[in-house]
């Protein structure tokens, strides 16, 4: 059975802003927004400004970033985040 969780990561400058479970992130790609999912395919991409949407359990949760970058891997998403 494959995993539907991911784990999510959102640092910054100054240290860990976030880290927990998702079933869904939504990010800012420069290209344009894109959603990850549980077994996403390895990925490196640069994020514009704007919101960083985690759902759990129905639930979204909601980190505003003014740009970074993100690396999924593994079911681990980590963002190296710029603050506005």
């Known amino acids: 059975m494959k995993d539907k969780t991911l784990t999510i990561r959102i640092m910054t400058s100054e240290g ?3 880290e927990g479970t998702a079933s869904a992130v939504f990010l800012p790609g420069q290209i344009g927004p894109f959603e990850v ?7 490196i991409s640069a994020l514009s400004a704007g ?3 985690m759902m759990n359990g129905g639930k979204e949760q909601r980190i505003d970033v003014g740009g970074g ?4 891997l593994d079911n681990v998403i980590t963002v190296c985040a710029e603050m506005e």
């Open 16 to 18: 860990m802003l976030h």
């Open 69 to 72: 970058v993100v690396r999924v």
């Open 37 to 43: 999912l549980p077994n996403h395919a390895p990925i």
């Open 51 to 53: 919101p960083v949407r």
